[in-house]
């Protein structure tokens, strides 16, 4: 059994570490600074199991710069061999994980004569793992996330921008087969955790399902669940979202209110909305064995366009304890407030699970579960890394996530959206939306706007991005102390603002476990970085373009220079 921390001892000066994520691997590199003369970056080589060495591309050249005009056509991809990775960590994904060990080798490059861009190879290391999408270790575990790659290079390779469904208005009665390649892409390990559960429970004639649910518009999946029949039940989310014009969800509901009676399908909002995304499967006594939790709603922005993250425990205790929230809100949802489901963190510690904790809202007071994640937040020693859906609301620990960048001695990266108008979490309602880079070393977001996105794609693609798309940062985790030993993971349906814990129906989870921990940080990572190049790529100009630099700009020098965050990043991550 690998660990999800791979170390490469140094060779020659040269150390290599790598940390498995869902998929796929952050590698990072620490180079002995003697060695660092006419250095040009890192070569970064993959062997899969099943194929030949290739050398992973860099997106950047000595040649070509790049600007805020540079079509995605002019921007050509270069092995990095010769267009080496200026920085001390890589991320890879394969594009299609094969079953088996990836072997990494990492060579220092360096300039020739005179500052030359023929380039000669170094010291270099290797490193081999599997890249498997879940969590071995943990055989009652499974944790996913979607890709949130919509608005990349990637899809626009693979599938050319094509929309993700029919245009014109929103229905549940489209075909999705001619879509089933781009939602197995986009919806990535969280989409098959969604259906193979679905498909699990239904196989099982005996088996009866509840459902907690929000968004929902999938077509697939309401179908799925209109095939239980009476075996389901479901409490639904009827806040004005999803009863105004335009929503498909009173359709959904109609269908299901047919197929498991009216009896069996309850509505409402608590004080604001029914927030949770859960399935929980019971036994033929009616028993609770099984959940899905997280962040992903079950629609076609939850699984295709949103980054989000689900979660499986296949665990009769954490079962109940999910059940209790949902009977809470099944029987009495305007007084759930008062069940003694929401009065407490539960503490979970059972064979084949990491040790976690989860509660249930609404609370009486968000203090029963935020005093918890403010306090890891307070006590993190050396790295916060996160994905929140917004910093906006209330509370202690969306205003502890606002300063990180000011606080001395974190390590913090994190990305969340912004919103100009419209309410928290009511996607298609917003109007004008960014992203928000929260990067270390500095005390504001970067924004990137969509507006940007959209000037830069084919325009079946603008079509798609129309009309206020709406939350695409969609996860809601934070990551503390990701490779210490005491790392924590706080993740689930909870927006984490005060308001929230007190008038929505959600759950929040605790997780006290490094390969977790590190798996979450290394989609953080993934997250920040991905729209950070679309950040840089914003404000970069003819003057000042994105292009590798060159000999004598000593591009490492600030991974060594110990007031400079970049010389924490290269410390904490190859400690």
């Not at 994904?93 to 380039?119: H, K, N, V």
Request: aromatic letters at 10%; charged letters at 15%; hydrophobic letters at 40%.
């Amino acid at each position: 059994m690998q660990d999800s921390i791979q170390v490469a001892a140094a060779q020659n000066g040269l150390t290599l570490k790598a940390y498995r994520g869902d998929g796929g691997v952050l590698l990072a590199f620490d180079l002995d600074q003697h060695l660092t003369a006419n250095l040009a970056g890192f070569a970064v080589q993959c062997t899969p199991s099943n194929g030949p060495a290739t050398y992973l591309l860099n997106r950047l050249s000595f040649d070509t710069p790049i600007t805020a005009a540079t079509t995605p056509q002019a921007r050509p991809w270069t092995p990095s061999n010769l267009a080496p990775f200026q920085k001390f960590r890589w991320m890879h994904f394969p594009a299609d994980l094969e079953p088996g060990a990836y072997t990494y080798t990492i060579t220092a490059m360096y300039f020739g004569p005179g500052g030359s861009t023929q380039l000669t190879p170094g010291v270099s290391a290797a490193i081999s793992l599997e890249l498997v999408p879940s969590q071995p270790q943990f055989q009652h575990f499974e944790m996913g996330f979607t890709r949130g790659d919509l608005s990349s290079q990637a899809y626009a390779d693979k599938f050319k921008n094509a929309p993700i469904e029919p245009v014109g208005a929103k229905t549940l009665d489209y075909d999705t087969a001619p879509f089933q390649a781009q939602y197995a892409w986009l919806g990535y390990h969280a989409r098959k955790m969604v259906f193979g559960f679905l498909q699990e429970c239904l196989a099982d004639p005996d088996v009866t399902l509840d459902l907690f649910a929000y968004d929902l518009d999938e077509p697939d999946i309401v179908r799925m669940l209109q095939q239980f029949g009476p075996r389901l039940r479901a409490v639904l989310d009827n806040a004005p979202l999803h009863t105004k014009a335009g929503a498909v969800e009173p359709e959904a509901r109609a269908r299901l209110v047919a197929s498991a009676s009216a009896a069996n399908v309850v509505t409402g909002h608590f004080k604001r909305f029914a927030h949770d995304k859960v399935l929980i499967k019971k036994d033929k006594d009616g028993k609770a064995v099984k959940v899905l939790t997280g962040s992903a709603n079950f629609s076609v922005r939850g699984l295709y366009v949103q980054a989000n993250n689900v979660l499986i425990f296949d665990d009769p205790g954490t079962a109940v304890l999910y059940e209790q929230a949902f009977e809470a809100a099944f029987t009495n949802m305007a007084h759930a407030d008062q069940a003694p489901i929401v009065s407490q963190w539960f503490d979970v510690a059972a064979a084949g699970l990491p040790p976690f904790s989860v509660s249930f809202a609404p609370h009486s007071s968000a203090s029963i579960s935020l005093d918890k994640v403010s306090a890891a937040l307070q006590n993190a020693q050396s790295s916060v890394l996160f994905a929140v859906m917004e910093l906006d609301g209330g509370g202690d620990v969306l205003q502890q996530l606002r300063e990180l960048a000011g606080r001395a001695g974190i390590f913090s990266y994190g990305i969340t959206q912004a919103m100009k108008s419209g309410p928290a979490d009511q996607g298609s309602s917003a109007q004008s939306m960014g992203i928000n880079l929260y990067k270390p070393g500095q005390s504001n977001g970067i924004l990137t706007s969509f507006a940007f996105l959209k000037s830069q794609v084919a325009p079946q693609f603008q079509a798609e991005w129309g009309g206020g798309m709406g939350q695409v940062i969609h996860d809601k985790f934070i990551v503390t102390d990701f490779n210490d030993h005491m790392p924590l993971v706080f993740t689930g349906s909870s927006n984490l603002a005060e308001g929230g814990e007190m008038e929505n129906g959600d759950n929040l989870l605790c997780i006290a476990d490094r390969a977790t921990a590190i798996a979450y940080a290394v989609e953080a990572i993934r997250l920040v970085d991905h729209y950070h190049f679309r950040a840089c790529m914003q404000s970069a100009t003819n003057e000042q373009p994105l292009q590798l630099q060159p000999n004598g700009a000593n591009w490492w020098a600030p991974y060594y220079d110990p007031t400079d965050i970049k010389s924490r990043e290269r410390a904490l991550f190859s400690r």
